[in-house]
C-alpha cells in the first residue's frame, strides 16, 4: 500500500507564493509518477503538474512558467512551488501517485488552496 500525505495549503494574495509538498510512505518502489491536479468548486479535476521515476515533468498550460514539480527521493516527497498566483488558482490540489502495472492510482486526501486578496 501507498500512502499519501499532502502540506502547505493556505491563504495567500494574488501575485503571492505557497509550496505544496507530498510525502508518500509504504511501497514506495511500485510508484512510476506522481502528479498534482486540482479541482474548483463546479468544476472537474484537471491536472497540474507531473513527474515521473526518471525525473519527467509535464505541467498543464495554465501554470507554466509559474508552477514547478519537484522531488526529493530521499524523502520521498515530491513537491508543488507555486508563483505568481492567480485568483482562478484557487482550488483543492490533491496528490497521486501513479503505480506500475494494474495496482491503481492512489490519491491523498487534498489541500486547500485559496488565492484572495
Known amino acids: 500500500q501507498v500512502r499519501l500525505v499532502e502540506s502547505g495549503g493556505g491563504l495567500v494574495q494574488p501575485g503571492g507564493s505557497l509550496r505544496l509538498s507530498c510525502a508518500a510512505s509504504g511501497s514506495i518502489f511500485s510508484i512510476n509518477a506522481m502528479g498534482w491536479h486540482r479541482q474548483a468548486p463546479g468544476k472537474q479535476r484537471e491536472l497540474v503538474a507531473s513527474?515521473?521515476?526518471?525525473?519527467?515533468?509535464n505541467h498543464a498550460d495554465s501554470v507554466k512558467g509559474r508552477f514547478t514539480i519537484s522531488r526529493d527521493n530521499a524523502k520521498n516527497t515530491v513537491y508543488l512551488q507555486m508563483n505568481s498566483l492567480k485568483y482562478e488558482d484557487t482550488a483543492v490540489y490533491y496528490c497521486?501517485?501513479?503505480?506500475?502495472?494494474?495496482?491503481?492510482?492512489?490519491w491523498g486526501q487534498g489541500t486547500q488552496v485559496t488565492v484572495s486578496s
Open positions: 513527474i515521473t521515476r526518471g525525473g519527467t515533468t
Open positions: 497521486n501517485a501513479i503505480r506500475y502495472g494494474n495496482l491503481g492510482t492512489i
